[in-house]
T-cell receptor, first 114, second 112 residues
């Protein structure tokens, strides 16, 4: 247990569906992250939130929409996804934003888009 | 685009020392080098972090030469449970934007 939980662990959705991924951290951290990990690419940083404010958006398509209602919760809203969006989506948190701070990762959500 | 480069895979026998090298030619003055370990179907886990010279903890050692353009993760006497993917991470924030970059990772296979 890393102190970061993600739900659901597995998700299958059609291209016209709307779904959300949830991440919760119990570590009192101020920064939270969404990563995408697919078979053909390395870990890709998608979004960074620091004190509930988005501070980084790495050219992610608009069909992915993050939300951070408070410092403990992070959501990734999904709509009209493509099959190439199938991947493992990982949430992480750290004390503050920045690589200097150790990141704690959740177990991930395995997403399959059909 | 700044990036890190690692060997794709390595094999080692149990009990041997394993050294994995990462290249990061564009590292900025204030950047740290961090290594993570990832087992299948799990999120990455922090192993070690350093800025220069040598850092050692209970799990591994990290060697960083003076020019800091590369770093080497050293795992002493590996066991089967060390079979995992190892990622080298550099901030590359010297340009003013937060660009956290994982390498492609090195898949270490420990053989009995």
């Amino acid at each position: 247990e890393t102190g970061v939980t993600q739900t659901p662990r597995h998700l299958v959705m059609g291209m016209t569906n709307k779904k959300s991924l949830k991440c919760e951290q119990h570590l009192g951290h101020n920064a939270m992250y969404w990563y995408k990990q697919s078979a053909k690419k390395p870990l890709e940083l998608m979004f960074v939130y620091s004190l509930e404010e988005r501070v980084e958006n790495n050219s992610v398509p608009s069909r992915f929409s993050p939300e951070c209602p408070n410092s403990s919760h992070l959501f990734l809203h999904l709509h009209t996804l493509q099959p190439e969006d199938s991947a493992l989506y990982l949430c992480a948190s750290s004390q503050e934003r920045g690589q200097r701070y150790e990141q704690y990762f959740g177990p991930g959500t395995r997403l399959t888009v059909t | 685009l700044a990036k890190t480069t690692q060997p794709i895979s390595m094999d080692s026998y149990e009990g041997q020392e394993v050294n994995i090298t990462c290249s990061h030619n564009n590292i900025a003055t204030n950047d740290y080098i961090t290594w993570y370990q990832q087992f299948p179907s799990q999120g990455p886990r922090f192993i070690i972090q350093g800025y220069k010279t040598k850092v050692t903890n209970e799990v591994a050692s990290l060697f960083i030469p003076a020019d800091r353009k590369s770093s080497t993760l050293s795992l002493p006497r590996v066991s089967l449970s060390d079979t995992a993917v190892y990622y080298c991470l550099v901030d590359f924030s010297g340009a003013g934007s937060y660009q956290l970059t994982f390498g492609k990772g090195t898949k270490l296979s420990v053989i009995p």
